[in-house]
C-alpha cells in the first residue's frame, strides 16, 4: 500500500497515521463520530477494500495461469503457469514446500538397512 501512497504524493508516514486514525475511529459507533472520524474511518475502508480488491485479481491470474491447456501451451505459458503453480504450492504450504523449510538430512542404506556412502547408494543406482 506504501507504493500506492508514494505514487500519489503522500508519505508512507502520513499513511499510517491516517490508517491509525481510521482504524480508531472505526471504533467509534458510527452515529457517535465527529466529521473527520467519518472521514478517517471511510478512508481506512477504502483502503482495506483496495487492498482485498489486488489480492483476488492476483488470485485470478494465479488460476488463469495454473488452469491452462499445458499440452497446447507455448513455452513462455508452460512457464509462467509453472511459476504460478510453484507459487501458489510455496505460499499456501509452506511447511511442506517452501525452499527455506528444515529438511532432515537423508543417509543412503543399503538393502539391509546399513548406511552406505554416497558414491556407492549412486553406483547400485545406475547398475540397477
Known amino acids: 500500500m506504501s507504493d500506492a501512497a508514494s505514487a500519489a504524493g503522500v508519505d508512507a508516514s502520513t499513511l499510517r497515521r491516517w490508517r491509525r486514525r481510521g482504524e480508531a475511529a472505526l ?3 458510527p452515529k457517535e463520530r465527529t466529521p473527520e472520524e467519518r472521514t ?3 478512508f ?3 483502503t ?3 487492498s482485498a480488491e489486488v ?3 492476483a488470485h485470478e491470474v494465479i488460476n488463469n495461469l495454473i488452469d491452462i491447456d499445458i499440452e497446447n501451451a507455448s513455452m513462455e ?12 504450492l ?3 504450504y509452506p511447511e511442506e514446500y517452501s525452499p527455506n523449510r528444515r529438511r532432515e538430512p537423508v543417509e543412503p542404506k543399503d538393502n539391509r538397512g546399513d548406511r552406505v556412502s554416497g ?3 549412486l553406483a547400485a543406482l545406475l547398475n540397477g
Open 27 to 29: 471504533e467509534v459507533r
Open 40 to 42: 478517517f474511518a471511510r
Open 44 to 46: 481506512c475502508l477504502a
Open 48 to 50: 482495506e477494500r483496495a
Open 55 to 57: 489480492v483476488i485479481q
Open 77 to 88: 505459458e508452460q512457464r509462467l503457469a509453472l511459476k504460478a503453480a510453484i507459487w501458489f
Open 90 to 92: 510455496v505460499h499456501r
Open 119 to 121: 558414491r556407492d547408494a
